[in-house]
């Protein structure tokens, strides 16, 4: 498809286990963003990739998340010994990255994670 | 602080009515780019504009309007004539000039459209 993707559209775990969640972002879209959509905290950004450059980390919550994006394209979002308190809906979103910041985010349908 | 605000946690309206959604803001940085998207009940956040803190020219697409004050530091926007298709979450966002890339967004207005 035309738009971006991300797998699994749902994710159930028991507390304490890891989870690996996927974005596969539109194609030639070089920059990525990772989101976090709970109730009690609202949309919240958790991380940004662009081209080669460090990730902005700024919003991951804690060291148990962590995300890696291979070969400038799909990325990877990790949750290491999953709390009750992680279940939310991950959003994958990307952007074209050439207008240096600013630019429109396009959403993925994102991973419902429930955390049990 | 640099926040965005929408007050009205949830609006129910007739169809063909007409509704406008709030969104106000506070940042001390003179540029920066305004946002509104749509989430239906699917959850896809769906985008439906981008206004940059330079350009306050109002905007028309349709059914929908913007309208960007930047005196009061609003960016509200308007369903004409709403349709059940309407219904959904709205959310308005922003990106600031000292935050790279990353959109704050408020806590959403969920819009229900009834017959």
């Known amino acids: 498809g035309a738009g971006v993707s991300q797998s699994p559209s749902n994710k159930v775990t028991e507390k304490g286990k890891d989870v690996e969640l996927r974005c596969d972002p539109i194609s030639g879209h070089t920059a990525l963003y990772w989101y976090r959509q709970s109730l009690g905290q609202g949309l919240e950004f958790l991380i940004y990739f662009q081209g080669n450059s460090a990730p902005d980390k700024s919003g991951l919550p804690s060291d148990r998340f962590s995300a890696e994006r291979t070969g400038g394209s799909v990325s990877t979002l990790t949750i290491q010994r999953t709390q009750q308190e992680d279940s939310a809906v991950y959003l994958c979103?990307?952007?074209?990255?050439?207008?240096?910041?600013?630019?429109?985010?396009?959403f993925g349908p994102g991973t419902r994670l429930l955390v049990l | 602080a640099q926040k965005v605000t929408q007050a009205q946690t949830e609006i129910s309206v007739v169809e063909k009515e007409d509704v406008t959604l709030d969104c106000v803001y506070e940042t001390r940085d003179t540029t920066y780019y305004l946002f509104w998207y749509k989430q239906p009940p699917s959850g896809e956040l769906v985008f439906l504009i981008r206004?940059?803190?330079?350009?306050?020219q109002n905007e028309i697409s349709g059914r929908y309007s913007w309208n960007f004050q930047k005196s009061t530091s609003s960016f509200n926007f308007t369903i004409t004539a709403s349709q059940v298709v309407d219904s959904a979450v709205y959310f308005c966002a922003l990106i600031w000039a000292g935050t790279a890339s990353k959109l704050t967004f408020g806590t959403g207005t969920r819009l229900q459209v009834t017959l």
């Open positions: 979103a990307s952007s074209l990255g050439r207008e240096g910041w600013g630019e429109t985010q396009y």
């Open positions: 206004r940059n803190s330079f350009d306050e």
